[in-house]
């Protein structure tokens, strides 16, 4: 076993001196969520859940405004977290279709707010499609939204870490 420490300390600083690439993003979509704030909150031990329900909303290409997908209404929603330190702690959920096409996407959002404010949160986004589905893509990538979340529409861009 003290045979082994050397070998485990050299890997240690092997890693810690590796330089990790800088993460760059690049700009998929604009958001716009339109949200039904009217159904209330759950006073629970770690804070205030909201219940909030999508009535619509569009991603669009960014520079050109061309529609890409449309939020379906009524379905998913915002259960996220106003914390006891006052942190906003998002937990969303949507399902979009894409226009021209049959295809569906559900996507769930993870996020904090970044202000302490509660107006604008950073969000991991997970999207699931159809195998076949022009925009399958997206299963296996790093998505990430900044969401301003002070207005109705909340507004926002969907970005993807680039290799």
Same mark, same amino acid.
């Given at each position: 076993?003290?045979?082994?420490?050397?070998?485990?300390?050299?890997?240690?600083?092997?890693?810690?001196?590796?330089?990790?690439?800088?993460?760059?993003?690049?700009?998929?979509?604009?958001?716009?969520?339109?949200?039904?704030?009217?159904?209330?909150?759950?006073?629970?031990?770690?804070?205030?859940?909201?219940?909030?329900?999508?009535?619509?909303?569009?991603?669009?290409?960014?520079?050109?405004?061309?529609?890409?997908?449309?939020?379906?209404?009524? !379905?998913?929603?915002? %259960?996220?977290? *106003?914390?006891? $330190?006052? +942190?906003?702690?998002?937990?969303?959920?949507?399902?979009? =279709?894409?226009?021209?096409?049959?295809?569906?996407?559900?996507?769930?959002?993870?996020?904090?707010?970044?202000?302490?404010?509660?107006?604008?949160?950073?969000?991991?986004?997970?999207?699931?499609?159809?195998?076949?589905?022009?925009?399958?893509? !997206?299963?296996?990538? %790093?998505?990430? *939204?900044?969401? $301003?979340? +002070?207005?109705?529409?909340?507004?926002?861009?969907?970005? =993807?870490?680039?290799?």
């Amino acid at each position: 076993m003290l045979s082994q420490i050397p070998l485990f300390a050299f890997t240690l600083l092997s890693v810690a001196s590796a330089q990790l690439k800088e993460p760059t993003f690049t700009k998929l979509y604009d958001v716009q969520l339109l949200a039904d704030v009217t159904r209330g909150r759950i006073i629970g031990p770690f804070g205030e859940r909201s219940i909030v329900a999508w009535q619509g909303g569009n991603f669009t290409e960014p520079g050109t405004s061309n529609l890409v997908a449309q939020v379906i209404p009524g !379905l998913g929603g915002e %259960f996220g977290l *106003l914390g006891s $330190n006052a +942190a906003f702690y998002a937990d969303g959920r949507a399902a979009v =279709q894409y226009v021209g096409e049959d295809k569906f996407a559900y996507i769930e959002i993870h996020g904090v707010d970044v202000n302490s404010l509660g107006t604008e949160t950073h969000n991991l986004v997970h999207f699931e499609v159809d195998p076949d589905s022009p925009h399958v893509d !997206l299963v296996s990538k %790093f998505l990430f *939204l900044s969401l $301003n979340i +002070a207005g109705n529409p909340l507004i926002g861009s969907l970005y =993807q870490l680039d290799d």
